[in-house]
């Protein structure tokens, strides 16, 4: 009785709002501390899962744009090896991915990486303070197969149909740089060979792709073929087209130099260039000629494209001011201008530009063995009758695209250096 005759009396002299507003204040505290401890434990979780999405393939499971850019170098040194591989040894490179391993699905790559992560983050925690880290095989896949795929797979928005030894290598491993990129390292040649085994087939190519970033493939011969404009047209009449151009004669020679490393048989290139050398008939039946006519490729395509969904960039300038072509790729793809001439310096033994992480001291990439070959040195005559061949195409070129590439002032000969 004497509790309750007290309780009373305090009750009647603290006015009720006063009362309220003290309970309410304890229950908010209390709430707070419950919504803490739950914070705590979901970011726990969070934790685990990210552990398992580190180890899986980089095109499914990656989730922020900053692990694309940190990423992009081993898909890059990964096709270089292909590529390598394949013309070193003048097999398929379909046939060298098989034999290496190069699907990064298989379980023998899951369980490397996933030893590496745990590694990893105990040397940082260390096992005995976070046991919870150190989990088994099946434990991480488990939690990797719980996690949703990120992004999805797409028909690529972006294709560089050409040309061949313009420069298309240099300007898609350069591209692959920027995190809203994601392309496909080989050449899927999917409307030119492939055409009939469906998009569905194509579209599996391609890596998986978050919101606003630019599906991409670059398969050089799209652009001499008569089908592909229609082809690609069908599947998407509004995607950007890239076509990297380079002074056609100088082209040619580069064309014939990766010939002559896999096939030193064949005969010289002034003979392959002529079907009468007295009379000056040249023989433009050759592929490594017909590609130069740039203008006559470029009509199929204007059946079916604006210009103004083509872009066109100069294998020269690719040379010289990478920075400065790669910000109008950027322009015309959408994206943010971030691969810059930091990104850059000039490889002197190889006489191209080659990619740097300026944000790290790692070692920069170059293109493969297969890239930088010195030209052999072609008759002065030869090289200024290509010149005088090509000429009104490369006026007409000029006329169609609205732009001059200035390949005129290279008709003094074979200038020293040109390389592959």
């Known amino acids: 009785m004497a509790f309750w005759s007290s309780t009373s009396v305090f009750t009647s002299k603290v006015p009720r709002k006063i009362l309220f507003m003290f309970t309410l204040s304890l229950s908010v ?48 040194l990964d096709e270089e090896f292909i590529e390598r591989t394949a013309t070193e040894q003048t097999i398929p490179v379909s046939t060298v991915r098989n034999s290496v391993g190069i699907d990064e699905r298989t379980a023998g790559w899951v369980r490397a990486q996933a030893a590496t992560t745990r590694a990893a983050t105990a040397a940082a925690a260390g096992d005995h303070e976070h046991p919870e880290f ?64 469906g998009l569905d087939w194509y579209r599996e190519l391609m ?39 380079r002074n056609p004669v100088t082209r040619a020679i580069s064309d014939y130099t990766q010939t002559l490393s896999k096939r030193p048989e ?51 300038r690719l040379i010289v001011d990478p920075a400065g072509e790669m910000a109008k790729v950027q322009d015309f793809l959408g994206l943010k201008r971030i691969v810059t001439d930091k990104h850059f310096y000039f490889n002197k033994t190889k006489g191209f530009p080659c990619l740097k992480k300026p944000e790290d001291s790692s070692t920069p990439r170059c293109l493969g063995k297969s890239k930088g070959r010195t030209h052999p040195k072609i008759d002065p005559d030869v090289i200024r009758r290509l010149h005088k061949f090509y000429k ?22 074979n200038s020293p250096g040109f390389r592959d």
């Not at 030894?165 to 809203?180: F, I, M, S």
């Not at 978050?210 to 050089?220: A, R, V």
């Not at 009104?392 to 000969?413: A, V």
Request: proline share 4%; charged share 20%.
């Open 266 to 316: 064949i005969p010289t290139f002034e003979v392959l260039a002529f079907k009468n050398r007295t009379l000056g008939l040249i023989d433009a039946s050759w592929s490594a000629l017909r590609i130069g006519i740039y203008a006559l490729h470029l009509e199929s395509w204007m059946q079916y494209f604006p210009l103004s969904q083509m872009h066109f960039v100069s294998g020269e």
């Open 392 to 413: 009104p195409f490369n006026m007409m070129f000029y006329q169609m695209t609205g732009q001059n590439f200035q390949w005129e002032l290279e008709e003094n000969g």
């Open 207 to 245: 890596p998986s792709t978050l919101e606003g970033q630019i599906t991409m493939e670059k398969t050089p011969s799209y652009f001499v073929t008569n089908s592909a404009p229609k082809r690609i047209h069908s599947m998407a009449r509004d995607i950007k087209l890239i076509i990297v151009v």
């Open 29 to 76: 505290t209390y709430l707070f501390y419950s919504l803490m401890s739950c914070y705590n434990s979901f970011q726990f979780q969070e934790n685990y899962v990210y552990q398992g999405r580190l180890v899986t393939e980089e095109t499914t499971f990656v989730t922020l744009r900053e692990k694309l850019y940190s990423t992009s170098s081993q898909v890059y």
């Open 134 to 197: 150190s989990t088994t095989d099946s434990e991480l896949r488990r939690v990797v197969n719980c996690t949703s795929d990120y992004g999805v797979k797409k028909l690529p928005q972006a294709i560089i149909i050409g040309v061949k030894k313009g420069g298309t290598r240099a300007l898609l491993e350069a591209l692959r740089v920027h995190p809203d990129v994601r392309a496909v390292g080989n050449e899927p040649h999917f409307f030119d060979r492939n055409y009939e085994k």
